[in-house]
């Protein structure tokens, strides 16, 4: 299936969760937020949350610095 993550097209597995595509774009456990299609998925929900065809996924990362 095909979904946008942070603006680049990925060709992904169906049935692949927001867990599984996160850990494809970083290995931070902490500091982390997911929206698929404008809408926040919790943390807790990121391994029962299945992305579909088109979904629109932005990954953020906090970033320390001074």
Partial sequence: ???IINGTPYDLPDGT???QAVA???TATTGVAVAVN???VTR???D???LTERD???VLTAV???
Avoid: F, I
């Fill in 24 to 26: 494809r774009l970083t």
């Fill in 38 to 40: 404008e809408e926040v």
């Fill in 1 to 3: 299936m095909n979904v």
């Fill in 56 to 58: 629109r996924v932005e």
């Fill in 44 to 46: 807790g929900s990121w």
């Fill in 17 to 19: 969760t927001v867990a």
């Fill in 48 to 50: 029962s949350t299945r």
């Fill in 64 to 66: 320390q610095g001074g």
